[in-house]
T-cell receptor, first 112, second 112 residues
Framework: GQQVMQIPQYQHVQEGEDFTTYCNSS?????IQWYKQRPGGHPVFLIQ?????EVKKQKRLTFQFGEAKKNSSLHITATQTTDVGTYFC????????????FGKGTLLTVNP | DAMVIQNPRYQVTQFGKPVTLSCSQT?????MYWYQQKSSQAPKLLFH???????NEADTPDNFQSRRPNTSFCFLDIRSPGLGDAAMYLC???????????FGSGTRLTVV
């Protein structure tokens, strides 16, 4: 299946700074999911976006789905050291609604 | 708490010696997945079961097999592990189409 393109690959910020990771696809996505994986840990489901232009918030995290459903972003306001980890977007590709293909992820490190 | 449990957490096996990784779930989810994740890479789907229906990814090596004897358990068998098979193996479950995944903690496989 087609893999969504995710940028940047790495991002280092000072604690308190904002952070954004982007996911892009050349084709229209049915929906997109976001996961967080702490160092040494396993991916943890954060959210799913389904509707065009959808915006969802979880405390300091804001998730957006583009109007054309070809891109998505995750924005973290005022990062904390607990935000450290790799953030993956994932989409259902390959003609299946229950087979996720993960983007390459963005590794966020936070300097205290 | 309902969860996905993988055993063992760490597995060391000899080159060419068959090894089995196990996964169990108390979520009663229909779908179970096996992903391989190498260092600093995205999880890569090996295969999945929808109930008893087995679905193999086209690029999954024949060296990898899976069994799902019942709803709760799923096994990953590596018939002749090579050095390139050293990775984190992640089991995940989902209710079905369009739902988020619940991952286990993973089994880190070392091949010596």
């Amino acid at each position: 299946g087609q893999q969504v393109m995710q940028i940047p690959q790495y991002q280092h910020v000072q604690e308190g700074e904002d952070f954004t990771t982007y996911c892009n696809s050349s084709t229209t996505l049915s929906n997109i999911q976001w996961y967080k994986q702490r160092p040494g840990g396993h991916p943890v489901f954060l959210i799913q976006l389904v509707k065009s232009g959808e915006v969802k918030k979880q405390k300091r995290l804001t998730f957006q789905f583009g109007e054309a459903k070809k891109n998505s972003s995750l924005h973290i306001t005022a990062t904390q050291t607990t935000d450290v980890g790799t953030y993956f977007c994932a989409d259902f590709s390959g003609g299946s609604n229950y087979k996720l293909t993960f983007g390459k992820g963005t590794l966020l490190t936070v300097n205290p | 708490d309902a969860m996905v449990i993988q055993n063992p957490r760490y597995q060391v096996t000899q080159f060419g010696k068959p090894v089995t990784l196990s996964c169990s779930q108390t979520l009663n989810h229909n779908v179970m997945y096996w992903y391989q994740q190498k260092s600093s890479q995205a999880p890569k789907l090996l295969f999945h079961y929808y109930d008893k229906d087995f679905n193999n990814e086209a690029d999954t090596p024949d060296n990898f097999q899976s069994r799902r004897p019942n709803t709760s358990f799923c096994f990953l068998d590596i018939r002749s592990p090579g050095l390139g098979d050293a990775a984190m193996y992640l089991c995940a479950t989902s209710r079905g189409a369009g739902y988020g995944y619940t991952f286990g903690s993973g089994t880190r496989l070392t091949v010596v």
